[in-house]
């Protein structure tokens, strides 16, 4: 049951102000009412905050439109907005929507339709984030495009770099978004598409979802949303984008390129300089008083949106192996993507490996996996080392792959090849061993701790 959105009337409000609400309800809003600029100062304060509270940037110096922040931050926020309280029953309802998507109701118009910023780039608070970034750029943008060949629809987040007063350049990895631009550029034309700044935060984390070439993420986001998603076509468009969206631009992506980068990426170092395919904005629609979204790169934020369905899929691939799966963890000191902490039951010996190697297939980009046992928190990194300072024997419990698919993200993987060495570390204890000899001995005592 889906209480938390409903309005009196018992209307479903899905909007980011609506979730806003909610957690300023729950005390994890904070409002931030002096001015401050966009470029270094604002994401600043969001590095400070990374852990959260949700941020709420009123004042931003020469522009209208306030900057949200961290409404995707952290485990907490999406649990809540699912009601769930135990991590398992959160990757469970990832998974199901994964695998029941549905379709969002079409409605007429958008509650975008109303205000027109014209092609006007600069009336946005685009956020200039680090030192050596070549320019402001759109970290939250979910860009809709439609393959012309099936006519199916495709959402992905791209960094967006601002180029002038209406263009953008747009990062592409070779992946869905990447496919369907090709089949346009071949001809020499270009790929209509809508992007999305300012949804629900499970409408973005969809964007990510572990789905199939062809499939419409938005079905994904639907589900998780209890069936409350609309959608409807853009203005000028035939590609639909959420109703609630606050800012909504139509755009081309030209078949061009234009220099991209320096931007500094997940890891936290800069990514190099490429050529990318120009974007030419043609109209930007938004609410009235809309929300921008802000997303700090490297940020808590980011790595759960980008990182947060890997980590489900690692889960899923582990129960394959393992029964009994405490919890996965992408933690945020790899980047939310290139490591994990996975906690299970272990039932035989050479469990530790299978999970290993359950993990790797899970998340193909991983590069460094820990395996812990049940009374290890994967999310407490301090209980996870003290694992493999106890229960961990090189010879043994080492699995190294040389030569294996790693992310480009990596500054220390072959950038050429793309090859990268895997290392797993199985700090389960071994079985053969009494279990006494492996566990934390405690001082009994009836004090309760709490009135010391
Ligand atoms: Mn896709």
Same mark, same amino acid.
């Given at each position: 049951?889906?209480?938390?959105?409903?309005?009196?009337?018992?209307?479903?409000?899905?909007?980011?102000?609506?979730?806003?609400?909610?957690?300023?309800?729950?005390?994890?809003?904070?409002?931030?009412?002096?001015?401050?600029?966009?470029?270094?100062?604002?994401?600043?304060?969001?590095?400070?905050?990374?852990?959260?509270?949700?941020?709420?940037?009123? =004042? /931003? #110096? +020469?522009?209208?439109? !306030? %900057?949200?922040?961290?409404?995707?931050?952290?485990?907490? &926020?999406?649990?809540?907005?699912?009601?769930?309280?135990?991590?398992?029953?959160?990757?469970?309802?990832?998974?199901?929507?994964?695998?029941?998507?549905?379709?969002?109701?079409?409605?007429?118009?958008?509650?975008?339709?109303?205000?027109?910023?014209?092609?006007?780039?600069?009336?946005?608070?685009?956020?200039?984030?680090?030192?050596?970034?070549?320019?402001?750029?759109?970290?939250?943008?979910?860009?809709?495009?439609?393959?012309?060949?099936?006519?199916?629809?495709?959402?992905?987040?791209?960094?967006?770099?601002?180029?002038?007063?209406?263009?953008?350049?747009?990062?592409?990895?070779?992946?869905?978004?990447?496919?369907?631009?090709?089949?346009? =550029? /071949? #001809? +020499?034309?270009?790929? !209509? %598409?809508?992007?999305?700044?300012?949804?629900?935060?499970? &409408?973005?984390?969809?964007?990510?979802?572990?789905?199939?070439?062809?499939?419409?993420?938005?079905?994904?986001?639907?589900?998780?949303?209890?069936?409350?998603?609309?959608?409807?076509?853009?203005?000028?468009?035939?590609?639909?984008?959420?109703?609630?969206?606050?800012?909504?631009?139509?755009?081309?992506?030209?078949?061009?390129?234009?220099?991209?980068?320096?931007?500094?990426?997940?890891?936290?170092?800069?990514?190099?300089?490429?050529?990318?395919?120009?974007?030419?904005?043609?109209?930007?629609?938004?609410?009235?008083?809309?929300?921008?979204?802000?997303?700090?790169?490297?940020?808590?934020?980011?790595?759960?949106?980008?990182?947060?369905?890997?980590? /489900? #899929?690692?889960?899923?691939?582990?129960?394959?192996?393992?029964?009994?799966?405490?919890?996965?963890?992408?933690?945020?000191?790899?980047?939310?993507?290139?490591?994990?902490?996975?906690?299970?039951?272990?039932?035989?010996?050479?469990?530790?490996?299978?999970?290993?190697?359950?993990?790797?297939?899970?998340?193909?980009?991983?590069?460094?996996?820990?395996?812990?046992?049940?009374?290890?928190?994967?999310?407490?990194?301090?209980?996870?080392?003290?694992?493999?300072?106890?229960?961990?024997?090189?010879?043994?419990?080492?699995?190294?792959?040389?030569?294996?698919?790693?992310?480009?993200?990596?500054?220390?993987?072959?950038?050429?090849?793309?090859?990268?060495?895997?290392?797993?570390?199985?700090?389960?204890?071994?079985?053969?061993?009494?279990?006494?000899?492996?566990?934390?001995?405690?001082?009994?005592?009836?004090?309760?701790?709490?009135?010391?």
């Amino acid at each position: 049951m889906k209480i938390i959105f409903t309005l009196d009337g018992g209307l479903e409000v899905i909007d980011l102000r609506s979730v806003l609400d909610k957690f300023r309800a729950l005390n994890m809003v904070k409002e931030i009412n002096i001015e401050l600029s966009p470029k270094f100062e604002i994401p600043a304060v969001m590095q400070k905050y990374d852990n959260g509270p949700v941020l709420i940037f009123n =004042r /931003v #110096k +020469n522009h209208k439109i !306030p %900057v949200i922040s961290g409404v995707a931050g952290s485990r907490k &926020v999406f649990m809540k907005q699912l009601n769930c309280v135990h991590l398992t029953d959160f990757y469970n309802k990832l998974l199901s929507a994964v695998s029941n998507p549905s379709r969002p109701e079409i409605v007429s118009d958008g509650e975008f339709y109303d205000h027109t910023l014209s092609s006007d780039l600069y009336k946005l608070p685009i956020l200039t984030f680090f030192e050596k970034d070549r320019a402001p750029y759109i970290t939250s943008g979910i860009v809709y495009a439609k393959d012309p060949d099936s006519g199916i629809q495709n959402a992905s987040i791209h960094r967006l770099m601002l180029v002038d007063k209406n263009h953008l350049a747009i990062r592409i990895v070779p992946r869905h978004l990447y496919s369907i631009y090709q089949k346009y =550029r /071949v #001809k +020499n034309q270009p790929l !209509p %598409v809508a992007i999305a700044i300012g949804v629900n935060p499970l &409408v973005a984390l969809s964007a990510s979802a572990p789905v199939p070439f062809n499939f419409d993420e938005m079905y994904v986001a639907n589900t998780l949303l209890d069936k409350q998603l609309t959608v409807c076509k853009t203005p000028n468009t035939d590609i639909q984008v959420p109703s609630h969206s606050e800012i909504i631009i139509e755009a081309l992506i030209l078949p061009e390129d234009v220099e991209e980068g320096p931007f500094l990426d997940i890891t936290g170092t800069y990514d190099e300089v490429r050529r990318q395919p120009l974007v030419e904005v043609n109209q930007i629609y938004c609410k009235r008083n809309p929300f921008y979204h802000g997303l700090l790169p490297a940020g808590a934020e980011h790595k759960l949106l980008m990182g947060l369905f890997r980590e /489900v #899929k690692i889960y899923e691939h582990v129960k394959n192996v393992v029964p009994n799966v405490r919890g996965v963890n992408l933690t945020l000191g790899g980047t939310g993507w290139l490591h994990a902490v996975v906690s299970v039951s272990k039932q035989t010996e050479g469990d530790g490996k299978n999970v290993i190697f359950a993990a790797f297939s899970g998340h193909p980009s991983l590069k460094h996996v820990v395996v812990v046992d049940e009374d290890i928190d994967p999310y407490n990194m301090e209980e996870v080392e003290w694992a493999i300072a106890t229960r961990f024997q090189g010879d043994k419990g080492l699995v190294v792959v040389s030569n294996a698919r790693g992310s480009s993200l990596d500054p220390s993987g072959d950038q050429q090849t793309g090859l990268t060495t895997k290392i797993g570390v199985d700090a389960t204890r071994p079985l053969n061993k009494p279990k006494e000899v492996f566990m934390k001995g405690i001082i009994p005592h009836n004090l309760n701790l709490d009135e010391i």
